[in-house]
């Protein structure tokens, strides 16, 4: 890609091969990662297109451009590429993938093979997907519910859940790979509560990746098999049970959640420390509660279905677990913000990025507890209300900190700094946006908007042009990036060892790292986040 | 590609932590494997609890007997397969070699029952979206016998990759790449597949044909 002039020894694992072969068939966990970069851009860019005319066509009451059937396509296309084409591969697969390894002290992951294969079984994948977005596209929502996708819908649904499933896989092997590695591979020294705790949430992701998707891969087999072979599972005609599929489904949606937040958290704990130059406030407490949101976010999957047939008594036991899961969530925040206490706190585009984390991801946890409550969801749920509370998590939380993540690893991944001022910028118009757009939507949810509906009455006009101004600011500051960092791969400053002046193993090699990683294997005696720094131990453990 | 130790892959320092890896990540995949047969198991026991009348009527039709001969024949193959291991650990090539095959065996006699009976349950009208007409009145009977072909084939296309990967093992041995006792963990670890999906009809066979009948 960019041909670095380089003096030092060790060839970067940019330089280590300049042909198409090296970059899309290397094992190097660091290029696979750059891989998935760039793909899961793409896909973001094709979901950011669908939610762009979708805020569009809400400009006026009326539905001014697009028919009915359109939007439902619309609406699900953006869903099915944001959920599974980047929300779930965005921060473990690009930023886990390039820093596990390193954080840890080891050379690879343990099946680098198969960490290539997910990233081929990943765009294939893919490819099902975009395909069935040419050929006409799907009605039938991200969800699939039976017995529409299964007996009504006219969209191309076959495409779209092959791919699904296939995506499936990517993330299963990607799951298993990390459990394994960061059972197997970690440096002397490195024990469990040395580890970052990137890597521990990480971890608890990766548990979740491997228990939750195969139950997603057996509900879309079965709507697979009752569109292609006629066996319907959750034809009502048949004693089937629709409300079946939707508990099969939020059995992995769910916990698919948490497998798009939990890495978020990952680099929120990386963020503050590096930012507030200050140990973690409660180390074991954020580890544990990792554990304890993979956990716990396997028992709540029923309260997708409060208002859709579901007994009053599973529906208390679901909305009282629902809370429950608010614990070790609200937990993280707190300790986050009291690591900046008595710390020497500094502003730069990662750390805004995080601080827009909290302001958001804070407003999307507590709307959580309103649509968890039994009797106010029957109100809420299929509003606005829920669209909003989800994008304040998905959105406003993982994208933010997906941001977050790329500013403050683009030096260690190219060897460049970004431009710092526009990066600050775009952090503040990523959160101004974010509220702009989604603010409105609460109140919309509130008053009685569905959700999936281009047309509304006019008196919500207001609100939605509000949402839609707030989108186009968001569109400019997710794109921004795409052209400054690009910038920056040419003429932006070059960034050393450590930047930021950051712990953690990864700020102790050159950036952008060598092929293996470490020249030798590192011996780890100290504990994670040893704020204040001091810079001995950094310059002698490189070794240069 | 004979050498004596295992050939240690540059991400590892010692082929005792490549090892350990390896058993991890097939027993990591094991666990995914079974939440992917508990979805299955889960909407075979809704549809248990809240059709019982038409449940007990499908389950009466499935053959027994065959039933029976296929799950011994299966559990003949654990023991086979077990004993492979045993046979890898104390480097008996010929002795594993056997036994082995004795699991592919036992494997295809499997399918081969299993063939037979959905071409069976096809001729009395049991495969609902085609063929003779389906013989039972309730409606509920259908979605059976649609989770009893998901399931079924599902078990099937796992004990058929299991087929593949034993006698790739045995291949391996037979035209010596493979060595023994330095590649037990493979062995083993197709013995830990082998075993899991054979787990699972141990589990798929009593909630298809014993549970309502």
Redo the contacts between chains.
């Keep these: 890609m960019t041909a670095e002039a380089k003096k030092a020894p060790p060839k970067s694992y940019i330089e280590d091969g300049h042909t198409l072969r090296s970059w899309f068939f290397s094992t190097d966990h660091k290029g696979i990662a750059v891989l998935y970069l760039v793909s899961i851009t793409l896909f973001f860019f094709v979901g950011g297109a669908a939610a762009t005319l979708i805020r569009l066509e809400l400009l006026s009451p009326n539905g001014f451009i697009l028919s009915n059937d359109a939007y439902n396509r619309l609406f699900t296309i953006h869903g099915v590429i944001m959920v599974w084409f980047f929300l779930i591969p965005s921060i473990p697969n690009t930023f886990g993938n390039f820093l596990i ?1 390193i954080m840890i002290g ?7 093979k198969l960490n290539l294969a997910s990233w081929w079984i990943f765009v294939f994948a893919g490819c099902f997907v975009i395909a069935a977005l040419l050929i006409g596209g799907v009605d039938t929502g991200w969800t699939f519910y039976a017995p529409f996708s299964t007996m009504f819908s006219n969209g191309y649904v076959i495409p779209a859940v092959v791919g699904v499933f296939i995506s499936g896989f990517s993330t ?1 092997l990607t ?3 990390f ?3 960061v ?3 970690r440096a002397p020294g490195m024990t469990w509560f040395r580890l970052p705790l990137f890597v521990w949430s990480i971890y608890a992701t990766s548990l979740v990746m ?6 997603l ?3 879309l ?2 709507i697979f ?2 569109r292609v ?5 959750f ?1 009502p ?5 629709p409300v ?1 599929y939707q ?2 489904f939020w ?1 992995y949606s769910h916990p698919a959640v948490y497998i798009m937040v939990l890495p978020a958290f990952a680099v929120m704990s990386e963020l503050m420390t590096a930012f507030s130059k200050k140990h973690i406030f409660g180390y074991k407490v954020i580890a544990f509660s990792s554990l304890a949101i993979a956990g716990l976010g396997f028992l709540v999957w029923g309260h997708h279905m409060f208002v859709a047939g579901e007994s009053v008594y599973v529906g208390l036991v679901f909305s009282v677990l629902s809370f429950t899961i608010a614990v070790p969530s609200a937990i993280k925040v707190f300790n986050w913000t009291a690591t900046m206490r008595k710390g020497y706190v500094s502003f730069d585009a990662p750390m805004l990025f995080a601080l827009g984390f909290i302001g958001l991801f804070v407003i999307g946890g507590l709307t959580g507890l309103f649509v968890a409550a039994t009797g106010l969801d029957v109100h809420l749920t299929r509003t606005y209300f829920v669209i909003a509370h989800f994008h304040f998590i998905m959105v406003g939380g993982t994208v933010s900190c997906y941001f977050g993540a790329l500013h403050f690893w683009w030096p260690k991944m190219t060897g460049r700094m970004y431009p710092e001022m526009p990066g600050r910028i775009v952090a503040l118009l990523i959160f101004f946006g974010f509220m702009l757009t989604f603010m409105p939507q609460f109140i919309l949810g509130w008053l009685g908007m569905p959700r999936r509906y281009h047309l509304y009455p006019p008196e919500f006009q207001v609100l939605n042009v509000l949402s839609s101004a707030g989108a186009s600011i968001l569109a400019v500051a997710y794109t921004a990036p795409l052209f400054y960092l690009a910038w920056s791969l040419f003429y932006g400053k070059r960034a050393g060892l450590n930047p930021w002046g950051a712990a953690g193993l990864e700020w102790m090699i050159p950036s952008p790292p060598p092929r ?1 990683n470490f020249e030798t ?1 590192p011996v780890v005696t100290w504990e994670a986040y040893p704020y204040p720094l001091e810079p001995q131990p950094v310059a002698k453990e490189d070794g240069r | 590609m004979s050498d004596a130790l295992p050939a240690v892959h540059e991400q590892f320092q010692a082929p005792g932590q490549q090892l350990e890896a390896d058993r991890l990540g097939l027993w990591v995949f094991l666990a995914s494997e079974a939440m992917l047969f508990g979805a299955v198991f889960f909407a075979l026991t809704v549809y248990h609890l809240i059709h019982p009348a038409a449940m007990h009527a499908a389950t009466s039709r499935l053959d027994l007997v065959t039933g029976v001969i296929g799950t011994a024949v299966l559990l003949t193959s654990s023991t086979t397969m077990a004993l492979a291991v045993k046979a890898a650990r104390e480097g008996r090539r010929t002795e594993a070699l056997i036994v082995l095959v004795g699991t592919v065996l036992l494997g295809l006699a499997f399918e081969a029952i299993k063939v037979h009976d959905w071409f069976d349950e096809y001729d009395q009208g049991l495969y609902p979206p085609m063929g003779p007409p389906f013989p039972l009145p309730q409606p509920a009977a259908r979605l059976y016998f649609h989770l009893y072909f998901v399931s079924t084939g599902l078990h099937a296309v796992h004990l058929a990759v299991g087929i593949l990967l034993v006698a790739g093992v045995a291949a391996s041995l037979l035209s010596n790449r493979m060595k023994l006792p330095e590649r037990t963990v493979t062995v083993e670890m197709v013995g830990l597949y082998w075993q899991f999906v054979d787990i699972v009809w141990i589990f798929l066979f009593p909630t298809l044909y014993l549970v309502s009948r």
Excluded: S, Y
């Excluded at chain 1, 491997?210 to 139950?215: D, E, I, Q, R, S």
């Design positions: 390894p080891a050379k690879d992951l343990a099946f680098p299963i799951g298993l790979n459990i394994v590695t059972h197997r591979l491997v228990l939750a998707t195969p139950v891969a057996t509900t087999l079965l098999a009752e072979f006629g066996l319907g599972f034809d005609q048949l004693g089937g049970d079946l508990h099969m059995f293996e294997v």
